[in-house]
């Protein structure tokens, strides 16, 4: 991917490949400005610097949204954020249940209160605004580091077919250019990209009929799966039952699925419309897209699937070039707890936890590089760190955790800012 590049005065300037931003900093002219993601600043300021437009491109998402700068059909800079909203629905969850336990018991803790919080127009839950926080905190942080001229979201539905013929009609609007993209879309989400007999994954999968047409069945999403060529033949009109006889366990399991509603897909599309509005509030021309619209942009190309390369195809898009299959991976870990004890599976504090989040110059969640040089752990070691009082930290690195470490031997690599990078 390119390197970010600011001027003296901090003004973003256009992106610049490795090797130049290699030769900049080899003559003295640059300096690394910020590790993740890395940007350069020079030491000479350019006065009247020529930038051209830069559209960020953002694919939402439950577990990971994409996100890609494109520049000129170009595409520049991409990444892939994971968000923690299931984590903080679970541990709210945890709490909640603590709490009522604890309140039932004869312990000293006060009764619930009665209506004594309000929400306000508009409130979503902690788990789904973390989702748009994590997003609206990097197109803050994007818009410093790249000259961004617009915005493109994955959004709403456009009716492409009315778009270019207003007088389309019958059969040939029913399966126009996008049909069946987004009932696809959604059943593979669902069914976890495989298939739902054989757990098949790769193969050419198609839209099967849990219980038959020929039979009343109908074609209700939760009538619906993904099934592999061979095993859609092998079905045929028979009945689900029939079919999997000798495996009852594989049957509970695909009736209740079929069922189920899609969690992620409720997520995304309870917090689009938030995102969107927040998007708006930058200044920037907003684009949205559909899903459908995207996958067509991404198939018609031949492109991997993937979140980062979903994002470069929302909205209108011609023909792209891709520089770099390699994207930066970013994962949202938080800022940290305010709880002042840990609690055992009754509720019942079993530990302290320190207030001071600082120790020996270094806070959990920096990033750094730990060069030892003698002792049983030899070697270097680079990850995000977890600081004890004693001075002797733990460093979650690519291989596993490594415990025990001192201080001593860390070098700042990146400042904790709540987030975990793998290039």
Not at 54 to 81: F, M, Y
Not at 228 to 253: D, W
Not at 308 to 331: F, H, M, Q
Request: hydrophobic share 30%; net charge positive; glycine share 8%.
């Amino acid at each position: 991917m390119r390197v970010f590049v600011l001027n003296k005065n901090r003004q973003p300037l256009d992106p610049c490949k490795p090797a130049r931003a290699r030769i900049l900093l080899s003559n003295g002219k640059a300096k690394v400005y910020r590790r993740y993601p890395f940007t350069i600043i020079l030491t000479e300021e350019i006065e009247e610097p020529i930038t051209h437009n830069h559209q960020l491109k953002i694919d939402p998402g439950s577990k990971t949204s994409g996100l890609a700068i494109i520049q000129n059909n170009r595409v520049v800079w991409g990444c892939e954020l994971t968000h923690r909203g299931f984590q903080i629905r679970d541990a709210l969850t945890s709490r909640r249940q603590l709490r009522r336990a604890r309140r039932h018991r004869k312990t000293r803790y006060r009764q619930p209160r009665f209506l004594n919080r309000t929400r306000p127009k508009g409130w979503l839950a902690p788990s789904l605004m973390s989702r748009v926080h994590n997003i609206l905190t990097w197109v803050k942080k994007l818009t410093r580091l790249c000259p961004i001229t617009g915005l493109s979201q994955e959004l709403v539905r456009f009716d492409t077919q009315k778009l270019q013929n207003p007088e389309i009609s019958g059969i040939e609007y029913q399966q126009g250019t996008l049909y069946g993209y987004e009932l696809r879309e959604y059943l593979l989400e669902k069914w976890n990209r495989k298939c739902a007999y054989c757990g098949a994954k790769g193969n050419h999968l198609e839209i099967e009929h849990i219980k038959p047409l020929s039979k009343g069945g109908s074609n209700r999403v939760s009538n619906l799966v993904i099934a592999c060529h061979s095993c859609n033949q092998t079905k045929s009109n028979q009945e689900i039952e029939q079919l999997l006889s000798g495996k009852p366990e594989i049957l509970k399991i695909i009736l209740s699925q079929a069922k189920r509603p899609l969690a992620d897909a409720a997520a995304v599309n309870t917090t689009r419309w938030k995102l969107y509005h927040e998007l708006k509030l930058f200044g920037l021309p907003v684009e949205v897209g559909s899903g459908g619209l995207t996958k067509f942009n991404r198939c018609r190309q031949n492109l991997p699937k993937t979140h980062w390369l979903d994002a470069a195809n929302v909205g209108k898009v011609d023909t792209l070039i891709v520089e770099d299959y390699k994207p930066l991976l970013v994962a949202a870990k938080g800022h940290g707890t305010r709880q002042i004890c840990r609690t055992n599976k009754y509720g019942f504090p079993i530990r302290y936890c320190s207030r001071v989040k600082i120790n020996k110059g270094f806070q959990t969640g920096d990033i750094v590089r730990a060069v030892v040089t003698k002792g049983k752990k030899i070697g270097t070691y680079v990850g995000r760190v977890a600081t004890r009082k004693s001075g002797y930290f733990n460093i979650s690195t690519k291989s596993g955790l490594v415990q025990g470490i001192s201080h001593k031997y860390c070098q700042f690599i990146h400042r904790k800012d709540g987030y975990a990078y793998t290039d």
